[in-house]
């Protein structure tokens, strides 16, 4: 020992070392934290001890990816961050899915996995796997904390990384022994990052010009996505849209962020978008883009995309500017603030021509579909937008039960539809119901899910019967993974090529995980079945079995301009 | 069309890992990528020569800044800059080519840095086309070894100032 060591700390500091499991657990509440999801193992047994008394709502899934999902939709839903702890190795690995599909969506997540310990990195130590090297490409940041005095401050970081900007998923690992470390923990240590800086306020010259392009349209069109809801700004987005009278088209994720029963909305654009809506923007001189990212399912063929339209695109991610189409007046920042900006600056334009045009569009082809014959899976949705009076937060699986629940549930408010929109996860829905419930307790959850998407990750009905979560599960059932079959049906010569499950009977299955079932085989017994599920108590499945080679129109088939829709004969064969 | 971009990063583990794998992610071709600290121990500074055309470039640059741990990028393009490579040499010498060699070396204001009784071992820096050219003029004695660090750059001050 040397000479000049400092004497012993005073007992009071020694007692305020803490071990680096119970800083998690003290930032976390710190920042706010009530509701975690996540699944233990061994090296973050530390860690679940100290969650052992803590005040915190703590789900388990049955499955990390589910767990995943689960607080990706919390947070879709509540507008707070999704918190996710698992173990290392396989408990990582199975994040991934859903950490791509939050990374894809820009969902707020921080996910904490347990590490072995610091030493034993790179040894191919049991249910070791190098989790930021699988991860990075599916976060917006991850980061491995290998001193505990870091630990807090890190976790501060990763909630502020996750929620601001354009938020992300953040993945923290966390070596055993680094949660067994002890150390001081201070409550006001600043972040350190250097390398992130966002702007928030719009440019006011490029304000000013996207304005003034504005007031010189006459056919402009509005094409808003997921970044409105992300930044709160349907309020604004709204009083622009009636202060200049434009026209609104959303993208899936937008869905909800401008009220459906409103005069100015054109619904959902792109592939299986309103033909209203495809052929307002193709036909528009302005496309005013805020917080969407000009995805391929919404452009059709991107060298005849909008082809007369002057674009504007407002967004807080400099780089989906330009990325896929040439912007004339890019406005970076937070949608609120640069369209609270806007507001201010448009005129008052009537634009009848443009309106009347638009109206006529709407009158030729309105969404809809042929209601003749068997149990239509439109008619199922359409169902349960009337009884519940579109006030329902709906999450989807992916393909066809997707763009129905798109199409034909109206919505009128934000977070109110929660969907795999950039990596189209299917298996996202039952789990994302879950999330939803969890954040929203008092309001009616409903995935509209297809029998392929529901059989991914179904083990999650156990978890809903295990915290009584009242979520409904409407499986629209075509004994087809419907997309895949649709798209067999048109471009591959009816050759159903391995798109077909034999699935559970799913309202008996149901019943085993300890929730309703209820299966529906004709059209006349759908309002009284689901008014049965809305009326159960807990978690409910319907199994609704649809009429099997319908399809979803109209659609612009790959590579094709976004008014070369087909289908569209369907709405002359009806007229 | 090549561009050099100057990227100041966090001197942390995985900073690297992150870069690579966004150039890898987004199909974006790297010539050379070179890493070193600078004055500042918490910062690295990365230099990389990419492919591409502008749109490209323009993509590569915000992507790069997107990164959290990369604290500035700075692209070199419509600018007066430096740019050196360095690289190591082993050049095949038997003692009757060793006058002829070496006034390949004065030549090229490069330097020996290691003779054997067959080899002789050359640094050379400059501009890349430099190191091209002394590439070739060095194939026909027979090269056993080389190795480039490729490029790094600083824009000129004399640009800089006006």
Not at chain 1, 102 to 113: E, K, R, Y
Request: hydrophobic letters at 40%; glycine letters at 8%; a neutral charge.
């Amino acid at each position: 020992m040397s000479s000049n060591k400092p004497p012993e700390a005073p007992s009071a500091a020694t007692e305020n070392l803490k071990p680096g499991s119970q800083i998690i657990v003290d930032t976390l509440i710190e920042l706010g934290v009530d509701t975690i999801f996540g699944y233990p193992g061994g090296v973050v047994l530390p860690l679940f001890d100290k969650l052992y008394d803590a005040p915190i709502n703590f789900i388990i899934p049955r499955h990390e990816q589910g767990g995943c999902h689960m607080a990706d939709a919390y947070a879709r839903a509540s507008s707070k961050v999704g918190v996710i702890i698992v173990t290392s190795g396989p408990g990582a690995c199975n994040l991934t899915t859903g950490l791509a599909t939050a990374m894809m969506d820009s969902v707020p997540i921080v996910a904490m996995t347990g590490q072995v310990r610091t030493e034993l990195i790179g040894n191919d130590a049991f249910q070791e796997a190098d989790t930021t090297g699988i991860t990075r490409p599916v976060t917006k940041h991850n980061v491995i904390v290998k001193d505990v005095k870091e630990l807090a401050r890190t976790i501060r970081e990763a909630f502020l990384i996750a929620s601001t900007g354009r938020p992300g998923p953040v993945l923290i690992d966390i070596p055993l022994d680094v949660s067994v470390a002890r150390c001081p923990h201070t409550q006001s240590e600043q972040t350190k990052l250097p390398g992130y800086r966002i702007r928030t306020q719009g440019h006011p010259r490029q304000i000013a010009l996207a304005a003034k392009a504005i007031n010189e349209s006459d056919r402009p069109v509005l094409y808003v996505g997921g970044g409105v809801i992300t930044a709160n700004a349907s309020n604004e987005l709204r009083e622009l849209a009636e202060k200049a009278h434009m026209p609104v088209t959303t993208t899936l994720l937008g869905l909800g962020c401008f009220d459906q029963s409103k005069p100015e909305s054109l619904d959902m654009l792109g592939m299986h978008g309103a033909a209203y809506a495809n052929y307002a923007v193709q036909e528009c001189d302005l496309l005013i883009a805020v917080g969407a990212r000009f995805d391929d399912r919404v452009t059709g063929k991107l060298k005849t995309f909008a082809p007369n339209a002057k674009i504007v695109h407002i967004d807080i991610d400099p780089a989906s500017i330009s990325k896929n189409v040439r912007v004339d007046i890019p406005v970076v920042g937070d949608a609120k603030l640069i369209l609270t900006e806007l507001v201010k600056q448009v005129a008052h334009g009537e634009r009848t021509p443009w309106f009347t045009k638009i109206s006529n569009w709407k009158a030729k082809f309105p969404l809809r579909y042929d209601s003749a014959g068997g149990l239509k899976p439109q008619y199922v949705v359409e169902e349960l937008s009337r009884q519940t009076e579109g006030k329902a937060i709906i999450t989807t699986g992916v393909g066809q039960n997707q763009m129905w629940a798109a199409q034909f549930y109206q919505y009128s408010r934000p977070r109110q539809f929660i969907s795999s929109g950039g990596l189209g996860t299917m298996g996202f829905g039952l789990p994302a119901a879950i999330g939803a419930q969890v954040a929203r307790p008092d309001e009616t959850v409903i995935a509209i899910d297809g029998d392929c998407s529901f059989n991914m990750t179904l083990t999650e009905l156990s978890t809903a019967v295990q915290y009584n979560l009242p979520i409904k599960v409407c499986i629209l059932n075509n004994g087809y993974m419907g997309m895949v079959r649709q798209w067999q049906e048109l471009f591959y010569n009816k050759r159903y090529s391995k798109s077909f499950l034999k699935n559970p009977d799913f309202a008996v299955l149901a019943r085993a995980f300890g929730a309703e079932g209820i299966r529906v085989d004709k059209k006349s017994d759908v309002p009284k079945a689901v008014k049965q599920m809305l009326e159960c108590k807990g978690p409910c499945v319907a199994d609704f079995r649809i009429e099997r080679e319908e399809n979803v129109w109209p659609m612009v088939a790959a590579g094709k301009s976004l008014d070369e829709m087909d289908g569209l004969d369907i709405f002359e064969r009806l007229a | 069309m090549k561009h050099i971009i100057s990227a100041l990063v966090e001197n942390k583990p995985g900073v690297l890992a992150h870069v690579a794998g966004m150039f890898a992610a987004r199909a974006f071709n790297i010539d050379s990528l070179v890493v070193g600290r600078t004055e500042d121990p918490k910062l690295s500074r990365m230099t990389i020569v990419v492919i591409g055309d502008d749109r490209i470039l323009e993509q590569v640059r915000k992507q790069l800044a997107k990164i959290i741990s990369v604290v500035k990028v700075q692209d070199f393009a419509n600018q007066q800059v430096v740019a050196r490579d360095l690289m190591l040499i082993s050049v095949s010498a038997p003692p009757e080519k060793r006058p002829e060699i070496l006034a390949l070396i004065e030549m090229f204001r490069a330097k020996v840095v290691d003779l054997g009784t067959k080899f002789v071992t050359i640094e050379v820096s400059g501009p890349e086309r430099k190191i091209e050219a002394f590439i070739d003029a060095c194939r026909p004695y027979g090269i056993k070894n080389l190795a480039r660090t490729g490029t790094i750059a600083m824009s000129r001050h004399t640009k800089a100032e006006a």
